[in-house]
């Protein structure tokens, strides 16, 4: 939290405790504004006023590709969790299982910077509002418009931290400068404003300002109505300078102009010397022959292909740590071995096809195709590939991943643990908008739910959650990539 880490402005104020009345009333709610607004100090000032247990969880990415929630702080001394370091998947199920949760209590759970979770972040808070039903939930984040969209369906109680006024600012720099409140008007107007426009919402900013006049104030300021203006310049110089984008715009136009004028004057002359632009194309660029040649030049390695499909999968992962048996790192389970293309383009997944050119193995990522072509990546490019041809040098070999239950299991059943039924009750509901049954058992209208769905997506309509059932919930989810064509998935 920074140095801001007591003061409370008026607004503030309001706001922490109009956050403690909801959430007596409501499951869960939502506390959405800018960096440095003073999220953190508002749900610090829940936490200090929440009459029962609090945790404070945070995400945490240690391996540069998979997410994680740590548990950073427990108001439980005795068996607390704090340090504790739970999967995205897991993250409620664990809780409840350590005893976060007992009869009769209300603990409250604050889920810190929920925006630097890009996927499974609304999934997270189903579960809990599925898991538990007793317990309250904070939220706190800067979410883009594409996450708020998505948690707005959830329909929360949204609470959004307004942009901070100039009184809110001269009253945190007097706070953080040691100024009395007699004393508040001791900076003048126009080196607030100066501040505003430089910490663009940024409170924390502020009180380091403040902070810094505080320890740069001599004997004779203790005492005066006013900080010295020497001083007050070298404070702003403590901040980042002001950004100018007007002035950036300007002449970026004026560039573009001139650039354009430029090119419409030499154009007839330069056109006399340079020959035309089909004379630089080969004659033959799109034949088997050249295809071949080029894909050659463009040969992966193994780990290569591996750290590509990845990506295709969300995930950053380095060339030397992308191998098959460490997909379980990110909740996927990766297969290796000869498959049909019929049953490829059925399952719908991205996979890595191994390729036999000029008896060298030329691995690349199959990501879509149509009833005649294939769309491949290799390296950095992206290629169009008839599929006699590739049929003709593809070895049968394919490398793809997918995401099983949340218990890691490639399909669920009536003998199936609690969790995952819960689970799939929950997310068949949300992909049909039908409201769904809050139990852990398997039902007749699970399985009837099941049937709707394989039938929405044109699949074998048997009400069995199978492996590629399972891969197409996954898809409708938006968790899992699919193979695109020109008019959608394959």
Same mark, same amino acid.
């Given at each position: 939290?920074?140095?801001?880490?007591?003061?409370?402005?008026?607004?503030?104020?309001? =706001?922490?405790?109009?956050?403690?009345?909801?959430? =007596?009333?409501?499951?869960?709610?939502?506390?959405?504004?800018?960096?440095?607004?003073?999220?953190?100090?508002? @749900?610090?000032?829940?936490?200090? /006023?929440?009459?029962? !247990?609090?945790?404070? =969880?945070?995400?945490?990415?240690?391996?540069?590709?998979? +997410?994680?929630? *740590?548990?950073? *702080?427990?108001?439980?001394? #005795?068996?607390?969790?704090?340090?504790?370091?739970?999967?995205?998947?897991?993250? +409620?199920?664990?809780?409840?299982? /350590?005893?976060?949760?007992?009869?009769?209590?209300?603990?409250?759970?604050?889920?810190?910077?929920?925006?630097? %979770?890009?996927?499974?972040?609304?999934?997270?808070?189903?579960?809990? =509002?599925? $898991?538990?039903?007793?317990?309250?939930?904070?939220?706190?984040?800067?979410?883009?418009?594409?996450?708020?969209?998505?948690?707005?369906?959830?329909?929360?109680?949204?609470?959004?931290?307004?942009?901070?006024?100039?009184?809110?600012?001269?009253?945190?720099?007097?706070?953080?400068?040691?100024?009395?409140?007699?004393?508040?008007?001791?900076?003048?107007? &126009?080196?607030?404003? !100066?501040?505003?426009?430089?910490?663009?919402?940024?409170?924390?900013?502020?009180?380091?300002?403040?902070?810094? %006049?505080?320890?740069?104030?001599?004997?004779?300021?203790?005492?005066? #109505?006013?900080?010295?203006?020497? $001083?007050?310049?070298?404070?702003? !110089?403590?901040?980042? *300078?002001?950004? !100018?984008?007007?002035?950036?715009?300007?002449?970026?136009?004026?560039?573009?102009?001139?650039?354009?004028?430029?090119? /419409?004057?030499?154009?007839?002359?330069?056109?006399?010397?340079?020959?035309?632009?089909?004379?630089?194309?080969? @004659?033959?660029?799109?034949?088997?022959?050249?295809?071949?040649?080029?894909?050659?030049?463009?040969?992966?390695?193994?780990?290569?292909?591996?750290?590509? $499909?990845?990506?295709?999968?969300?995930?950053?992962? #380095?060339?030397?740590?992308?191998?098959?048996?460490?997909?379980?790192?990110?909740?996927?389970?990766?297969?290796?071995?000869?498959?049909?293309?019929?049953?490829?383009?059925?399952?719908?997944?991205?996979?890595?096809?191994?390729?036999?050119?000029?008896?060298?193995?030329?691995?690349?990522?199959?990501?879509?195709?149509?009833?005649?072509? $294939?769309?491949?990546?290799?390296?950095?490019?992206?290629?169009?590939?008839?599929?006699?041809?590739?049929?003709?040098?593809?070895?049968?070999?394919?490398?793809?991943?997918?995401?099983?239950?949340?218990?890691?299991?490639?399909?669920?059943?009536?003998?199936?643990? /609690?969790?995952?039924?819960?689970?799939?009750?929950?997310?068949?509901?949300?992909?049909?908008?039908?409201?769904?049954?809050?139990?852990?058992? +398997?039902?007749?209208?699970?399985?009837?739910?099941?049937?709707?769905?394989?039938? &929405?997506?044109?699949?074998?309509? #048997?009400?069995?959650?199978?492996?590629?059932?399972?891969?197409?919930?996954?898809?409708?989810?938006?968790?899992?990539?699919?193979?695109?064509?020109?008019?959608?998935?394959?």
């Amino acid at each position: 939290m920074d140095e801001l880490n007591t003061f409370y402005t008026p607004r503030h104020c309001l =706001i922490r405790d109009s956050l403690l009345s909801t959430l =007596i009333q409501e499951q869960w709610l939502i506390l959405h504004g800018g960096k440095g607004s003073g999220k953190s100090v508002l @749900a610090q000032g829940v936490i200090n /006023a929440w009459p029962c !247990r609090t945790l404070t =969880i945070s995400p945490l990415n240690r391996t540069g590709y998979l +997410w994680e929630w *740590a548990v950073i *702080a427990d108001t439980q001394t #005795d068996n607390g969790l704090a340090g504790k370091t739970i999967s995205l998947e897991k993250l +409620w199920v664990e809780l409840h299982c /350590a005893g976060a949760v007992t009869q009769g209590s209300m603990p409250l759970f604050v889920l810190e910077d929920g925006h630097r %979770i890009s996927k499974g972040l609304v999934s997270t808070i189903q579960a809990f =509002i599925t $898991l538990m039903p007793q317990a309250r939930l904070l939220l706190t984040g800067s979410f883009n418009r594409r996450q708020q969209r998505r948690l707005r369906e959830l329909q929360p109680v949204w609470f959004e931290i307004p942009a901070p006024n100039s009184k809110d600012y001269r009253e945190v720099i007097s706070s953080h400068a040691g100024v009395g409140l007699e004393t508040v008007n001791s900076f003048s107007e &126009q080196f607030i404003r !100066r501040c505003m426009k430089r910490c663009g919402g940024n409170l924390h900013l502020a009180a380091r300002l403040g902070a810094f %006049i505080r320890r740069n104030k001599t004997e004779g300021d203790e005492h005066a #109505d006013t900080i010295d203006p020497a $001083l007050q310049r070298e404070a702003l !110089r403590y901040l980042p *300078a002001p950004g !100018r984008q007007g002035a950036t715009c300007l002449l970026l136009i004026v560039l573009a102009g001139l650039c354009g004028g430029g090119g /419409a004057y030499f154009v007839n002359p330069l056109s006399q010397w340079l020959p035309p632009l089909t004379a630089l194309l080969p @004659a033959k660029f799109s034949t088997s022959g050249t295809t071949l040649a080029r894909l050659s030049a463009e040969r992966m390695s193994t780990n290569e292909s591996l750290s590509l $499909l990845y990506s295709v999968w969300g995930y950053e992962v #380095d060339k030397g740590e992308a191998w098959c048996d460490q997909a379980y790192r990110a909740g996927m389970a990766c297969l290796s071995g000869k498959e049909t293309l019929e049953t490829l383009l059925s399952d719908g997944l991205p996979w890595i096809a191994t390729l036999k050119v000029d008896s060298a193995s030329v691995p690349v990522v199959a990501i879509g195709g149509g009833e005649d072509t $294939l769309t491949v990546l290799s390296g950095s490019k992206t290629w169009i590939i008839d599929k006699t041809w590739f049929n003709q040098v593809w070895t049968g070999t394919a490398t793809r991943m997918w995401k099983p239950s949340p218990d890691g299991n490639s399909n669920i059943t009536k003998k199936s643990s /609690a969790d995952d039924i819960a689970w799939l009750d929950t997310m068949l509901s949300r992909v049909l908008n039908v409201e769904a049954e809050g139990t852990e058992e +398997w039902s007749p209208l699970l399985t009837e739910k099941i049937r709707q769905f394989q039938a &929405q997506h044109k699949m074998k309509v #048997d009400g069995v959650m199978g492996q590629r059932t399972l891969i197409r919930l996954w898809q409708a989810l938006g968790e899992s990539p699919k193979l695109v064509q020109e008019r959608g998935a394959i």
